[in-house]
Every structure is written in C-alpha cells, then in structure tokens.
C-alpha cells in the first residue's frame, strides 16, 4: 500500500522528478509515480486521487511545468498534504511554474519546493517528515540520514583544512 503518490505532468518531466523517488525508496517509504495531466487528462487525475485514496496514500507529490496547475488540481480535491514540484520547461526557467505553484488560495495550501531535481528531492524529504510525525522508525531514519548530512559537511571542511591550513 503506497504512502506517497507522486504525480508527473508529462513523462518529459521524468529526469528532473526521479531523485524524489529514489529519496523515498532509499527511506523505504512506500510510494506510487505515475503521469496525468490537470489540464489533458483531468478525468484520470480524479480517478487516480480516488485509487490512492483507498489505497491509503497520505501525501501527494505533483510535479508539473508551466502553468503547474498539476498540484492545485489534487490541492482541489483533497485534505491531505499536497506538495508541489515546478518543472523548468520553457523561457521562463521554470519561474512561471514557481508562481502557478506556489500561489494556491486560502483553504487549499500546496507546500512548495524548489524547482527540478533539487526540489524533487526536497519534496520525498519533506513527504517523510510528514509522515514521521506517526512513525517512529522513519523519524529515526530522518536523524540518521542528518547526521550523516552533518558528517559529510565536517569531512568536508577537514579536508580543506588538510589540504590548506588554517
């Protein structure tokens, strides 16, 4: 049973929202990833809400570029937490989707991450905090993995300093 259901607008996205997956399966977090679109398949965007909503996913994960109404769309039709990825596709680098993204009304709130991969990746990591609140062995996986964030950072500068003193 899927706890995470990530939603792409167009398998062109695939590259830029495959880290999201790989953070969730490395935390083994359990999750579904599929392509609909809010604006050429709104019928199966709806159908698919109502299969992962009886199948128990708890956190929603949309990617989509351009106009990015991908995430107000699930925004729309749940009260679980939605997260919204913008994809850069166009002229605007991805700005247009930040804003579509990110400027949801009042009552239907889309926790928005950077664009692309970074944000993808963000996006699994704040799905498992989410999550953790009611899960005590993945909210020690999230300790685990950030002092391992924090150990990387002290090898790091230790062998700056190795490398040129003080």
């Known amino acids: 049973m899927p706890q995470v259901a990530i939603f792409m607008g167009s398998l062109s996205d695939e590259e830029k929202v495959a880290p999201c997956a790989q953070v969730l399966r490395d935390l083994g977090i359990s999750f579904t990833f599929t392509i609909t679109s809010a604006h050429r398949t709104p019928e199966r965007t709806v159908q ?6 009886a199948g128990g996913v708890q956190v929603y994960i949309c990617a989509a570029g351009m106009a990015a109404h991908l995430a107000g769309a699930v925004a729309a039709r749940t009260i679980r937490p939605v997260i919204g990825i913008p994809i850069a ?5 991805g700005m247009d989707a930040l804003f579509s993204t990110v400027q949801m009304p009042p009552g239907f709130p889309v926790g ?21 609140l009611n899960d005590a062995a993945l909210a020690e996986k999230l300790r685990a993995a950030r002092a391992a964030f924090k150990a990387d950072v002290d090898k790091a500068a230790a062998s700056l300093h190795d490398k040129y003193g003080a």
């Open 48 to 53: 698919l809400m109502e299969e992962c909503e």
């Open 89 to 93: 596709g166009n002229a605007l680098a």
């Open 112 to 132: 928005t991450v950077a664009t692309d991969k970074a944000g993808a990746k963000n996006a699994a990591w704040m799905a498992a905090q989410i999550l953790a």
